[in-house]
Protein backbone atom coordinates (compact mmCIF):
# COMPACT_ATOMS: atom_id res chain seq x y z
CA UNK A 1 0.00 0.00 0.00
CA UNK A 2 1.28 3.62 -0.55
CA UNK A 3 1.90 5.91 1.79
CA UNK A 4 -0.56 8.52 0.09
CA UNK A 5 -3.44 5.34 0.73
CA UNK A 6 -2.00 5.02 4.04
CA UNK A 7 -2.34 8.69 5.36
CA UNK A 8 -5.68 8.85 3.89
CA UNK A 9 -6.99 5.99 5.69
CA UNK A 10 -5.97 7.20 8.79
CA UNK A 11 -7.67 10.59 7.97
CA UNK A 12 -10.30 9.20 7.13
CA UNK A 13 -10.55 7.19 10.25
CA UNK A 14 -10.18 10.23 12.47
CA UNK A 15 -12.77 11.75 10.78
CA UNK A 16 -15.33 9.35 11.35
CA UNK A 17 -14.78 8.39 14.64
CA UNK A 18 -18.08 8.81 15.66
CA UNK A 19 -20.16 7.85 12.69
CA UNK A 20 -23.27 6.02 13.11
CA UNK A 21 -22.47 2.34 12.10
CA UNK A 22 -24.10 2.81 8.35
CA UNK A 23 -21.69 5.10 7.45
CA UNK A 24 -18.38 4.84 9.33
CA UNK A 25 -14.76 3.73 8.31
CA UNK A 26 -16.17 -0.08 8.01
CA UNK A 27 -18.79 1.28 5.12
CA UNK A 28 -16.08 3.18 3.54
CA UNK A 29 -13.78 0.15 3.66
CA UNK A 30 -16.18 -2.12 1.85
CA UNK A 31 -16.70 0.55 -0.30
CA UNK A 32 -13.13 0.86 -0.58
CA UNK A 33 -12.57 -3.29 -1.14
CA UNK A 34 -15.39 -3.22 -3.33
CA UNK A 35 -13.99 -0.58 -5.79
CA UNK A 36 -10.81 -2.24 -6.18
CA UNK A 37 -12.80 -5.26 -6.65
CA UNK A 38 -14.31 -3.89 -9.80
CA UNK A 39 -10.91 -2.37 -10.97
CA UNK A 40 -10.01 -5.71 -11.85
CA UNK A 41 -11.72 -5.84 -14.69
CA UNK A 42 -12.47 -2.49 -15.12
CA UNK A 43 -10.02 -0.18 -17.14
CA UNK A 44 -9.81 3.51 -15.42
CA UNK A 45 -7.23 5.37 -12.60
CA UNK A 46 -6.96 3.25 -9.53
CA UNK A 47 -4.78 6.15 -7.92
CA UNK A 48 -8.50 8.43 -8.44
CA UNK A 49 -11.34 5.53 -7.70
CA UNK A 50 -8.78 4.35 -4.51
CA UNK A 51 -8.61 8.16 -3.01
CA UNK A 52 -12.63 8.62 -4.19
CA UNK A 53 -13.65 5.79 -2.40
CA UNK A 54 -11.83 6.29 0.70
CA UNK A 55 -13.10 10.00 1.05
CA UNK A 56 -16.21 9.74 -0.27
CA UNK A 57 -18.63 9.75 2.64
CA UNK A 58 -15.98 12.08 4.88
CA UNK A 59 -18.69 14.39 5.76
CA UNK A 60 -22.15 13.42 4.96
CA UNK A 61 -25.06 16.22 4.49
CA UNK A 62 -27.57 14.44 6.36
CA UNK A 63 -25.57 14.90 9.31
CA UNK A 64 -24.58 18.07 8.58
CA UNK A 65 -27.58 20.35 8.46
CA UNK A 66 -27.60 19.46 4.40
CA UNK A 67 -24.80 21.46 3.59
CA UNK A 68 -23.60 19.38 0.42
CA UNK A 69 -20.22 21.38 0.79
CA UNK A 70 -18.53 19.81 3.67
CA UNK A 71 -17.68 16.90 2.42
CA UNK A 72 -15.77 18.03 -0.83
CA UNK A 73 -14.03 21.05 0.94
CA UNK A 74 -13.01 18.51 3.29
CA UNK A 75 -11.52 16.38 0.71
CA UNK A 76 -9.92 19.42 -1.35
CA UNK A 77 -8.20 20.55 1.95
CA UNK A 78 -6.84 17.16 2.73
CA UNK A 79 -5.70 16.41 -0.82
CA UNK A 80 -4.18 19.64 -0.74
CA UNK A 81 -2.02 19.43 2.16
CA UNK A 82 -0.64 16.19 0.16
CA UNK A 83 1.55 15.85 -2.47
CA UNK A 84 -1.05 15.02 -4.91
CA UNK A 85 -1.57 15.94 -8.46
CA UNK A 86 -3.42 18.94 -9.02
CA UNK A 87 -5.68 16.85 -12.09
CA UNK A 88 -5.78 13.61 -8.99
CA UNK A 89 -7.47 16.48 -6.73
CA UNK A 90 -9.35 17.75 -9.46
CA UNK A 91 -11.40 14.60 -10.37
CA UNK A 92 -11.45 12.78 -6.63
CA UNK A 93 -13.56 16.41 -5.56
CA UNK A 94 -15.54 16.39 -8.75
CA UNK A 95 -16.58 12.70 -7.80
CA UNK A 96 -17.88 13.36 -3.89
CA UNK A 97 -19.58 16.29 -4.92
CA UNK A 98 -21.12 14.08 -7.58
CA UNK A 99 -22.15 11.63 -5.34
CA UNK A 100 -23.62 13.73 -3.04
CA UNK A 101 -27.51 13.70 -2.21
CA UNK A 102 -28.18 16.68 -4.93
CA UNK A 103 -25.91 15.83 -6.84
CA UNK A 104 -28.27 12.08 -7.05
CA UNK A 105 -31.68 14.32 -7.56
CA UNK A 106 -29.81 15.60 -11.31
CA UNK A 107 -28.04 19.04 -10.26
CA UNK A 108 -24.83 18.29 -11.01
CA UNK A 109 -23.59 17.03 -14.20
CA UNK A 110 -19.58 15.15 -14.02
CA UNK A 111 -19.45 11.76 -15.24
CA UNK A 112 -16.20 9.32 -16.00
CA UNK A 113 -15.44 5.78 -15.56
CA UNK A 114 -14.17 6.48 -12.23
CA UNK A 115 -17.08 8.25 -10.74
CA UNK A 116 -19.37 5.04 -12.15
CA UNK A 117 -16.66 2.83 -10.65
CA UNK A 118 -17.06 4.37 -6.99
CA UNK A 119 -20.50 4.52 -7.56
CA UNK A 120 -21.34 1.25 -8.23
CA UNK A 121 -19.36 0.12 -5.19
CA UNK A 122 -21.30 2.47 -3.25
CA UNK A 123 -24.44 1.07 -4.39
CA UNK A 124 -23.22 -2.56 -3.74
CA UNK A 125 -22.73 -1.79 0.15
CA UNK A 126 -26.62 -0.75 0.10
CA UNK A 127 -27.44 -3.97 -1.01
CA UNK A 128 -27.30 -7.73 0.11
CA UNK A 129 -26.75 -9.11 4.00
CA UNK A 130 -24.93 -5.81 4.42
CA UNK A 131 -27.75 -3.69 2.53
CA UNK A 132 -30.11 -5.11 4.88
CA UNK A 133 -28.29 -4.68 8.50
CA UNK A 134 -27.64 -0.75 7.17
CA UNK A 135 -31.41 0.15 6.15
CA UNK A 136 -32.31 -1.44 9.92
CA UNK A 137 -30.11 0.04 11.38
CA UNK A 138 -30.89 3.63 9.71
CA UNK A 139 -34.55 2.79 10.27
CA UNK A 140 -33.97 2.43 13.85
CA UNK A 141 -31.78 5.28 14.37
CA UNK A 142 -34.97 7.20 12.98
CA UNK A 143 -37.72 5.03 14.76
CA UNK A 144 -39.19 3.68 12.10
CA UNK A 145 -41.61 0.92 12.46
CA UNK A 146 -39.65 -2.55 10.66
CA UNK A 147 -43.05 -3.05 8.41
CA UNK A 148 -46.83 -1.42 8.70
CA UNK A 149 -48.83 -3.52 5.95
CA UNK A 150 -51.27 -0.50 5.95
CA UNK A 151 -47.76 1.85 4.61
CA UNK A 152 -47.69 0.50 1.12
CA UNK A 153 -44.26 0.78 -0.06
CA UNK A 154 -44.55 3.39 -3.16
CA UNK A 155 -41.60 3.13 -5.64
CA UNK A 156 -42.79 6.54 -7.30
CA UNK A 157 -42.27 8.35 -4.08
CA UNK A 158 -39.95 11.36 -4.45
CA UNK A 159 -36.57 10.48 -2.57
CA UNK A 160 -36.86 13.87 -0.88
CA UNK A 161 -39.93 12.86 0.59
CA UNK A 162 -39.35 9.13 1.71
CA UNK A 163 -36.03 10.45 3.05
CA UNK A 164 -38.00 12.43 5.76
CA UNK A 165 -41.11 10.56 6.20
CA UNK A 166 -41.81 7.75 8.86
CA UNK A 167 -42.05 5.22 6.02
CA UNK A 168 -41.46 1.43 7.31
CA UNK A 169 -37.97 0.07 6.83
CA UNK A 170 -39.16 -2.05 4.70
CA UNK A 171 -40.77 -0.15 2.11
CA UNK A 172 -37.17 1.50 1.65
CA UNK A 173 -36.22 -1.99 -0.36
CA UNK A 174 -39.44 -0.85 -2.78
CA UNK A 175 -38.40 2.45 -2.75
CA UNK A 176 -34.79 2.27 -3.53
CA UNK A 177 -32.74 -1.02 -2.98
CA UNK A 178 -34.02 -3.24 -5.56
CA UNK A 179 -34.00 -0.95 -7.45
CA UNK A 180 -30.49 -0.76 -7.00
CA UNK A 181 -29.35 -3.67 -9.60
CA UNK A 182 -30.70 -1.64 -12.54
CA UNK A 183 -28.81 1.03 -12.03
CA UNK A 184 -25.23 -0.27 -11.85
CA UNK A 185 -22.83 1.53 -13.97
CA UNK A 186 -20.11 -0.98 -14.96
CA UNK A 187 -20.71 -4.63 -16.41
CA UNK A 188 -18.71 -5.93 -13.22
CA UNK A 189 -20.64 -3.88 -10.56
CA UNK A 190 -23.55 -5.60 -12.67
CA UNK A 191 -22.35 -9.16 -12.18
CA UNK A 192 -21.59 -8.27 -8.03
CA UNK A 193 -25.03 -6.86 -7.63
CA UNK A 194 -27.05 -10.13 -8.87
CA UNK A 195 -26.36 -11.89 -5.62
CA UNK A 196 -26.92 -9.30 -3.64
CA UNK A 197 -30.61 -8.60 -5.35
CA UNK A 198 -31.32 -11.75 -5.06
CA UNK A 199 -30.62 -12.36 -1.39
CA UNK A 200 -32.80 -9.02 -0.77
CA UNK A 201 -35.44 -10.80 -2.68
CA UNK A 202 -35.03 -13.92 -0.23
CA UNK A 203 -34.82 -11.84 2.53
CA UNK A 204 -38.54 -10.28 2.09
CA UNK A 205 -40.06 -13.21 0.34
CA UNK A 206 -38.68 -14.82 4.37
CA UNK A 207 -40.02 -11.80 6.04
CA UNK A 208 -43.70 -11.84 4.48
CA UNK A 209 -44.40 -15.15 5.57
CA UNK A 210 -43.09 -15.03 9.09
CA UNK A 211 -44.99 -11.95 9.44
CA UNK A 212 -48.03 -14.44 8.39
CA UNK A 213 -46.96 -17.17 10.99
CA UNK A 214 -46.55 -19.18 7.92
CA UNK A 215 -42.93 -20.36 8.37
P1 LIG B 1 -24.70 6.32 0.98
O1 LIG B 1 -24.35 7.59 1.70
O2 LIG B 1 -23.86 5.18 1.43
O3 LIG B 1 -24.72 6.45 -0.48
P2 LIG B 1 -27.39 6.75 1.99
O4 LIG B 1 -26.90 7.88 2.81
O5 LIG B 1 -28.47 7.03 1.00
O6 LIG B 1 -26.20 5.95 1.29
O7 LIG B 1 -27.90 5.64 2.97
C1 LIG B 1 -27.05 5.01 3.87
C2 LIG B 1 -27.65 3.70 4.30
O8 LIG B 1 -28.87 3.95 4.98
C3 LIG B 1 -27.98 2.80 3.11
O9 LIG B 1 -27.72 1.46 3.39
C4 LIG B 1 -29.45 3.07 2.92
O10 LIG B 1 -30.12 1.97 2.37
C5 LIG B 1 -29.91 3.34 4.30
N1 LIG B 1 -31.07 4.22 4.24
C6 LIG B 1 -31.14 5.45 3.70
N2 LIG B 1 -32.40 5.94 3.77
C7 LIG B 1 -33.13 4.96 4.37
C8 LIG B 1 -34.50 4.82 4.73
N3 LIG B 1 -35.40 5.77 4.47
N4 LIG B 1 -34.87 3.66 5.34
C9 LIG B 1 -33.98 2.69 5.60
N5 LIG B 1 -32.68 2.76 5.28
C10 LIG B 1 -32.26 3.87 4.68
NI1 LIG C 1 -21.32 5.63 1.10
Redesign the pocket.
Known amino acids: MTLLIEQTITFVKQTLKDAEA??DWF?VAR?WKNAQHILKTEKADTLVVELAALLH?IA?S?FHNGDEEIGPTLADQFLHSLAVPEHVVIHVVAIIRN?S?KASLGTVNFSSKEMEIVQDA??L??MGAI?IA??????GF?N?PLYDPQIRPNPNQDKAT??NST?P?I??FY???LLLKDKMNTDTGRKMAINRHEFMEQFLANFFAEWEGEQ
Open positions: GHHVDDKMYDRDAGRAFHYGKRYKSTNHEKL
